[in-house]
């Protein structure tokens, strides 16, 4: 295997700039692996293609704007920086441009004033930051006291930008704010949106409720990898970033159930996969765990927990892609890319989706 077999050309038309209007009004291309048969819905059409004994599992992680525009305090260089994860006191963080920055080096926020210093360099484009008390006076009032993380986070919901794709190439709207977020997002730590379930609204949740469908939260918090390119000809090579994920008692009973009453797991999104492949035993038993997983899915994979997947299209090359190709074989999913192109259907974060069953 060859990670030049998932490549294609993508028109930069369709790669998707803006969301659909409605969430639920996306186009849904419902994809059959055992036949290789296709059709073309619209995405509010799952409600009528799932079952009473299914249960929909859904990721409840929350984007944090964790986008910063930042200056040097001393020379009023600009420095982007995405904040990734918290390290005790301190926060990861993604810095543009990094070759520069020092230990010690103090930033500025370009909006509210913040300070944030710079306290580790640890390579690979990546800073650990503090904050530095003091906001215009003092950043005790501002902050509502707490930690150092917990003042950061104070700052981001304050100062942050929505962390939209590198491949929206448009500065984020306000709209982006909400629409950038899935109507199940409860738990904030994501730098992406876990993007399959940006198009459920609270109507269709509740129509497939009401179809008997359990719909079950559970959790990974999407890092910075999601976007990260296989970049060696051998995939197997090729390591994941791992991600925090949490499987509760209570959602692993129920998908225990559900599949004893001969139910299919139908999971929203490759995040959903990795984290219900991690928890799933030798068995095919779901069982409850959290912590941080680097489960890398890829051709040939037997699959223990998921039964159907919700996903929307991904990027060529990608560990993304790799995982979808496991799931419904890489030529049914190749082909089903042409096909999707020729019809024109919109790709990656904000656009349109597939059901594989």
């Not at 055992?34 to 799952?46: A, M, N």
């Not at 004893?260 to 799933?280: D, H, Y």
Request: some cysteine.
């Amino acid at each position: 295997m060859d990670i030049a077999d998932f490549d294609f050309q993508l028109p930069p038309d369709q790669i998707a700039q803006y969301p659909a209007p409605e969430r639920d009004r996306s186009r849904l291309l419902v994809l059959n692996r055992v036949e290789g048969s296709r059709r073309h819905l619209l995405f509010r059409d799952i409600a009528d293609i799932l079952k009473p004994d299914d249960a929909l599992v859904v990721n409840d992680t929350r984007v944090l704007p964790a986008r910063l525009r930042s200056s040097k305090s001393e020379t009023g260089g600009k420095v982007e920086l995405l904040l990734i994860r918290p390290q005790g006191d301190r926060w990861q963080a993604l810095a543009r441009p990094a070759h520069r920055l020092k230990p010690d080096t103090e930033l500025t926020l370009d909006e509210g004033g913040w300070r944030l210093r710079v306290e580790e360099v640890l390579g690979r484009g990546r800073v650990l930051v503090r904050l530095i008390p003091g906001k215009r006076g003092g950043c005790g009032t501002a902050a509502g006291g707490g930690s150092d993380g917990s003042n950061i986070l104070h700052l981001l919901e304050e100062e942050g930008e929505v962390p939209l794709p590198p491949y929206i190439r448009r500065i984020p709207e306000e709209a982006d704010k909400e629409r950038y977020q899935t109507v199940f997002a409860r738990q904030a730590g994501a730098v992406a949106a876990p993007t399959a379930g940006l198009h459920f609204t609270d109507a269709l949740i509740r129509r497939i409720r009401d179809r008997g469908v359990a719909v079950v939260p559970i959790l990974l918090h999407v890092g910075p990898g999601t976007f990260e390119p296989v970049r060696v000809a051998d995939p197997h090579r090729h390591r994941v970033e791992a991600e925090y994920y949490c499987v509760s008692d209570e959602a692993a009973a129920e998908l225990r159930a559900r599949r004893r009453a001969g139910g299919r797991i139908v999971a929203v999104g490759t995040t959903v996969v990795r984290a219900l492949e991690t928890a799933v035993d030798a068995g095919g038993q779901i069982r409850p765990g959290s912590g941080w997983t680097d489960k890398f899915i890829l051709p040939p994979y037997r699959f223990g927990a998921v039964d159907a997947l919700v996903t929307n299209f991904h990027l060529p090359c990608s560990s993304l892609l790799l995982l979808v190709a496991a799931f419904a074989g890489r030529p049914v999913i190749m082909d089903t890319y042409k096909i999707a192109l020729k019809k024109g259907y919109r790709f990656y974060s904000y656009g349109d989706a597939m059901l594989i069953q």
